[in-house]
């Protein structure tokens, strides 16, 4: 794996598509705790998403995670939709509004399936329900402004010079002491993921994963 980077590097060092399995069978099903007066803007895939949830097991409602008791107490940021966390919960917190508040229930074959997450204390074929706030709905690592930062000539395309540039800036801005290797192994695994046609430069439409919402 590669080392902790700024997620907008996470992001972008990601496998491009990387989607979590599709359910076959069940739904999810949403229940609205409080809705905002002011509902805007809507949650969609690609955002970048600020969050507290709770996890309970609806056999006997224990409670299996909670995220207020990790990290510090800090809710959890997330990019909606790419697999960042299990595909029921990216479809929970779709359409949803800074200050909502969602009940959700989660089928097992949306959630951890057959196999079930034992380091998560979750057995095989659970159902879950999760108890939802968010705070924070913001444009995600892919957005076409992200791209427009990094595409300094403005040409619609990301050469290894723009990257490497974008790279060093955001490690600077993050503080943290790397070895110079760390600058091009991250920058290969960027254009091996990414530049599909492999003529040295990432599109527009190579660098962004969200332009089709299969959901």
């Known amino acids: 794996g590669l080392p902790r980077l700024p997620l907008p590097l996470a992001l ?37 998403l600020n969050a507290h949830y709770d996890g309970f097991l609806a056999s006997d409602g224990s409670k299996f995670y909670c995220s207020r008791t990790q990290n510090e107490g800090h809710p959890k940021w997330f990019v909606l939709g790419v697999g960042q966390v299990i595909k029921g919960l ?39 329900i999760f108890e939802i706030e968010l705070y924070a709905v913001n444009k995600g690592p892919r957005s076409v402004e992200a791209f427009n930062q990094i595409d300094k000539d ?6 290894a010079i723009e990257i490497s540039q974008y790279l060093k800036e955001e490690f600077a801005r993050d503080g ?6 760390v600058h091009d192994e991250i ?20 660098y962004n994963v969200y332009q089709h919402d299969e959901l």
């Open 154 to 159: 403005s040409d619609k395309k990301l050469s």
């Open 12 to 48: 972008l060092a990601a496998p491009a598509g990387a989607e979590g399995g599709t359910g076959a069978d069940g739904e999810v099903k949403i229940e609205v705790l409080h809705l905002p007066e002011v509902c805007s803007p809507k949650s969609k895939k690609g955002d970048l």
């Open 90 to 128: 990216d479809i929970a917190m779709m359409n949803m509004c800074p200050g909502e508040k969602r009940k959700v229930i989660i089928p097992p074959s949306l959630a951890y399936g057959q196999q079930g997450y034992a380091q998560g204390k979750i057995p095989p074929n659970a159902t879950l």
């Open 187 to 206: 920058l290969a695994d960027i254009f091996k993921k990414n530049d599909h046609d492999g003529d040295g430069f990432i599109s527009a439409r190579e």
């Open 176 to 181: 943290k002491k790397r070895h110079p290797s």
